[in-house]
């Protein structure tokens, strides 16, 4: 039978062993530190905490042993509280690419919420998708994504890629207690939605510089961030529409790799 003193010196040994690891650790990781906690959770006396590397990767550490390198960028608040996401799909429907989109987010430590509008369809081309948009109606559309918002919390960001802006502008705007929207590929006038933007909900658009589909709302979307404060527009340089989709011609990695990053971002500094 083991006795006490002979379980305190393995507890030592332990300990040595665990400071040894960290400060390897410390002297591996101190030029690439971690970007921001993502999630805590309890574990008897032991605080550990999921963290997220610049590279997207997640990493368990106990928070008390954690080194002094595992610290935020600068102006990156550290946020253990994750975002509810809203997300609506584009007019090509729930395609893989979308869906992937959305597991990523997840991935990260979000709640996203992602309805079928589209009841199970989803099309090969923007203007099949767009067509079949057409005829069932635009009203009809938003009535949907005003029915998936219902029963969620009020404390949602709102997303939506191009035909999905739509209904995620709307529900930013009309719809109490919003804590966020991110619109791809499309945005509209505040006034169309029956008024201004509510304060002190942060904004961020992205699009294509010199996409076509786009191109009708950019007026729209330089008058919103002009108005909004805090709120944001990235260009990406091209005339693809929906370049974030990987599983679409219009597919553009570089674009697209810096977009999550920027979103990631946004979603980490959500109050």
């Known amino acids: 039978m083991i006795g006490e003193c002979q379980i305190l010196d393995i507890v030592q040994e332990l ?3 665990a400071d040894s690891l960290f400060d390897s650790l410390r002297e591996a990781n101190c030029d690439t530190p971690i970007r921001s906690v993502t999630q805590t959770r309890q574990t008897g006396e032991c605080v550990w905490r999921t963290l997220k590397h610049p590279d997207g990767s997640l990493q368990g550490i106990n928070a008390a042993c954690t080194p002094r390198c595992f610290e935020p960028f600068p102006g990156v608040v550290n946020n253990p ?11 090509q429907g729930e395609t893989p690419g979308f869906v992937a989109f959305a597991n990523e987010l997840r991935a990260a430590g979000h709640t996203v919420h992602a309805p079928d509008l589209y009841e199970g369809r989803t099309f090969a081309t923007l203007d099949e998708g767009v067509g079949y948009a057409k005829q069932v109606g635009f009203d009809t559309i938003l009535e949907r994504c005003r029915f998936a918002a219902e029963g969620l919390p009020n404390e949602l960001v709102y997303a939506g890629f191009s035909l999905g ?11 109490s207690g919003a804590r ?6 499309a945005a509209f006038p505040a006034s169309e939605f029956g008024g201004s ?33 805090g709120a944001e527009l990235f260009l990406y340089p091209g005339d693809r ?12 990695e570089g674009a697209t790799k810096l977009l999550k990053q920027r979103v990631l971002g946004y979603l980490d500094n959500i109050e």
């Open 197 to 229: 933007w509510p304060p002190g909900v942060p904004l961020q658009i992205h699009m294509m510089d010199a996409d076509e589909w786009a191109t009708e709302d950019l007026p729209a979307a330089r008058e919103l961030v002009g108005t909004i404060e």
């Open 241 to 252: 529409h929906l370049f974030a989709d990987n599983s679409l011609p219009d597919y553009d």
């Open 165 to 175: 802006v739509m209904g995620a502008q709307m529900l930013a705007q009309t719809r």
């Open 180 to 185: 966020g929207a991110l619109l791809f590929s």
């Open 81 to 91: 509280v994750m975002a509810e996401i809203l997300l609506f799909h584009h007019a």
């Open 15 to 17: 300990i040595a062993a």
